[in-house]
């Protein structure tokens, strides 16, 4: 009796340990591909395929439900959409209503992923409201972090671009045609389509302190509205323009260093998280894992 017990918690344990060596060895790889693979190679490819299932899922479903959902909900609900939708450059050109709609269409896709566990795993109804509000908040996640991307890559190249932008006006360019270098030049990415977008505000009769405004607002970032408003000041104040696009490269540069020290701080207490979870109980169970079967069988 106690040898059969004890097989049985002995095989319970061998089978925790491959579950945990399995998930040990899945996180690893997924770790690697999205490091590596998902976004040196494949990431574009990936923003392309997602931003036509949206243009898709647009034409078929969201322009039709646009309208009702304009004169349902609430013009601060909507509102708010729209200021995130701008900060994360406007995804397949959602519109909020649209937005709303994508929500609508997320409810009743997980409404029925709830429903198909209930019937096939025998999930009890009380979690249904739970896949229904998983739903609703789903768009907003990734919404979000859509804007979190955007800005991460603004975020990074603004170094580079504002390097370029000191040395055009250093070297006798003024801020309209030194923006334009860096349209130019510069890498591509939303930080330039910004920049783009400034550059036209500004050939459309804005000032150039109302043009940097509107941008420091569309993306709330806070490097770039540091910028803006560094260069407003500076209009302001009749302070030479080279002089305080020097020291806003130069403190770009230190942030970049100072952030790079932190993420690398960082990682350990990342790393404790696999660790514990996947690491340490598949080796715990590989080495006392015969003396807790001796102990329970009685040998």
Not at 145 to 173: C, F, I, W
Request: charged share 20%; aromatic share 12%; net charge positive.
């Amino acid at each position: 009796m106690h040898s059969s017990s004890g097989l049985a918690w002995f095989n319970a344990i061998q089978m925790v340990a491959v579950l945990a060596f399995a998930g040990a060895v899945a996180m690893f790889f997924v770790g690697i591909w999205n490091a590596f693979i998902y976004r040196l190679v494949l990431d574009t490819k990936a923003q392309q395929e997602r931003e036509s299932f949206l243009s898709a899922l647009r034409r078929t479903i969201l322009r039709r439900v646009s309208s009702f959902n304009a004169r349902t909900f609430s013009r601060d609900y909507l509102a708010k959409i729209e200021v995130t939708l701008v900060k994360a450059g406007n995804p397949s050109e959602l519109t909020s209503p649209e937005f709303v709609g994508l929500q609508e269409v997320s409810v009743v896709a997980f409404t029925l992923m709830g429903a198909f566990f209930w019937a096939t795993i025998n999930l009890r109804w009380i979690f249904i409201p739970g896949f229904i509000a998983l739903g609703w908040y789903y768009p907003w996640i990734w919404l979000r972090d859509q804007v979190k991307k955007r800005h991460h890559r603004m975020t990074r190249a603004l170094p580079y671009n504002l390097d370029l932008l000191t040395l055009s006006v250093e070297a006798g360019l003024d801020f309209a045609q030194a923006v334009g270098k860096v349209v130019e030049k510069g890498r591509q990415g939303p930080l330039v389509d910004e920049l783009s977008l400034m550059l036209k505000n500004i050939k459309l009769g804005k000032t150039r302190e109302e043009a940097l405004r509107m941008m420091a607002e569309r993306n709330q970032l806070a490097p770039l509205t540091s910028f803006c408003n560094a260069l407003i000041q500076a209009d302001r104040m009749g302070t030479s323009l080279g002089k305080v696009l020097r020291i806003q490269s130069t403190q770009l540069r230190d942030d970049r260093t100072n952030r790079a020290e932190k993420l690398a701080n960082e990682a350990p207490v990342k790393m404790l998280f696999p660790l514990i979870a996947c690491i340490f109980p598949t080796v715990f169970m590989v080495l006392f894992g015969p003396l807790i079967f001796q102990a329970i069988s009685g040998g």
